[in-house]
């Protein structure tokens, strides 16, 4: 990556990190619901019988109800552990069973006894990931350790890629690197993006 795509995309991830953090709470719970109701009634969400979430950070789309309603329509549902320099999809089985991993991110507990990372690619029908920013390109821009990117270049045309989004995040165009995986989907509190 050239030094001027690095330093433009560290200024974008400020710029939009502190734009996300700026929507007042009462709106970012409206927003919050909305997103998740049209996932919920979308036949991605139906269909999966294997679902792949990350689990939202405070100033993230929330991701809790969703995953509670993937449980409760016993659905598999992974989470994201991040390790040194890969995102590792765990399986999830409640939200109580959940820690503080690297850089503050929540993720399964590592159970001693019974805990065992996958040792095959699983094959998921529905993955939802986070990001700072994203693109009408379908393109996100994340907090740049490239855990996703790295994750889901294993899964691009082969499962349906949700980003989740306030519409303060889109833009028309982010610069790009080659290692960047488009999404299928983007799904805002302004409804499904239409690039």
């Known amino acids: 990556m050239s ?7 560290k ?29 919920l009634l979308s036949d991605s969400f139906a269909k999966a019988k294997r679902v792949f979430s990350y689990l939202s950070l405070p100033d993230e789309v929330e991701t809790d109800k969703i995953i509670e309603e993937a449980l409760k329509a016993r659905k598999e549902v992974f989470a994201p552990i991040i390790t040194e320099n890969q995102l590792i999809p765990a399986p999830l089985k409640n939200l109580k069973e959940v820690e503080k991993g690297p850089l503050g991110i929540r993720q399964p507990i590592r159970q001693p006894k019974s805990f065992r990372f996958p040792t095959e690619k699983i094959d998921f029908d529905l993955i939802i990931v986070p990001g700072v920013a994203f693109d009408r390109r379908f393109f996100r821009l994340g907090f740049g350790k490239g855990y996703f990117d790295r ?21 028309d165009k982010l610069p790009t690197d080659f290692w960047d995986v488009p999404l299928d989907k983007i799904l805002t509190d302004e409804g499904w993006l239409n690039s």
Request: aromatic fraction near 8%; avoid cysteine.
């Open 3 to 9: 030094g001027s795509r690095r330093l433009e995309k």
């Open 11 to 39: 200024q974008l991830r400020k710029f939009f990190l502190s734009l996300r953090k700026e929507i007042p709470p009462a709106i970012r719970s409206a927003k919050n619901a909305t997103i998740t109701n049209h996932l």
């Open 151 to 171: 994750f889901l270049v294993q899964y691009k045309r082969k499962t349906t890629i949700v980003g989740l989004a306030f519409k303060e995040q889109i833009v």
